[in-house]
C-alpha cells in the first residue's frame, strides 16, 4: 500500500491519472508487473485496465441512471460472469460497505458518501491486481472511513495486490508501507509506514 499525500494542486491526481493511463506522459514508461503499459494504444490501455486495474475516482463516476447494485455489476458482466454469480457478489460487496440497504437507489438518491462507497465497491469488484484510489475515505464519517479502509486493506492482503492511493489524511498515509511526498509535480521524499 502506498500514499500519495502533497498539498492540492501538488500533481497527485495527474499522477494517479497517468498511472491508469487516462492522461498522456511527456516522457518515460508507466511499468507494472515488470512490464510497460501499452500507453497510446487505447484499445490494449483498455484491454490492460480490465484486467488488471480498479479505480475510485474522486468525484465517483457513477453511472447516473444505474441503481448501485447495476454499477456494482458493470465490471463483472465486462468480465463476463454469469448475471446470477455476479448479483449475489455485488450484492455482498456493498453490504460489507454498509450498504445492503441501499442496493436499488440510484447514485442522485445516496449521500456522497454512499456512492464514495459503491465506487469502492466496483473498483473491487473483480478483484483487480492494482487499485487506484483518489481520496478513498474523503467524503467518509470515521466509521465508514474506518470500514472502507479495512476492506481495501483486505483487498491488498487477500488478493496480494497494490493500492496506490492518494490522501490529505496523516493517519491514513501512515497505515501504509510506503508514502510518496509531492510538491510541485516532484518527488520529494518517500518514506516508509506501517507494515
Known amino acids: 500500500m502506498v ?3 502533497g498539498p492540492s494542486g501538488s500533481g497527485k491526481t495527474t499522477l494517479l491519472m497517468a498511472c491508469a493511463g487516462l492522461l498522456p506522459v511527456s516522457g518515460g514508461d508507466i511499468v507494472f508487473n515488470g512490464e510497460a503499459l501499452p500507453l497510446g494504444h487505447e484499445r490494449r490501455m483498455t484491454d490492460w485496465r480490465q484486467k488488471n ?4 475516482f474522486q468525484n465517483f463516476h457513477l453511472l447516473p441512471s444505474q441503481t448501485a447494485l447495476e454499477n456494482v455489476l458493470v465490471p463483472l458482466e465486462l468480465k463476463g460472469e454469469k448475471i446470477s454469480e455476479a448479483k449475489q457478489k455485488a450484492g455482498i460487496i456493498l453490504d460489507r460497505l454498509g450498504l445492503g440497504h441501499r442496493l436499488d437507489h440510484l447514485p442522485g438518491a445516496l449521500s456522497g458518501g454512499e456512492q464514495q462507497r459503491v465506487a ?7 478483484d483487480p491486481p492494482l487499485l487506484l484510489a483518489d481520496e478513498p475515505t474523503g467524503n467518509l464519517d470515521q466509521e465508514n472511513g474506518r470500514r472502507v479502509m479495512e476492506l481495501l486493506e483486505s483487498h491488498v492482503r487477500d488478493q496480494n495486490a497494490t493500492l496506490l492511493l492518494i490522501t490529505h489524511d ?3 498515509a501512515e497505515r501504509c508501507d510506503m508514502q510518496v511526498h509531492i510538491l510541485d509535480g516532484k518527488i520529494t521524499d518517500v518514506t516508509g509506514g506501517a507494515a
Open 120 to 126: 469502492l465497491g466496483r473498483a473491487i469488484a473483480v
Open 3 to 5: 500514499a500519495i499525500v
Open 53 to 56: 486495474l480498479g479505480i475510485i
Open 170 to 172: 496523516p493517519v491514513l
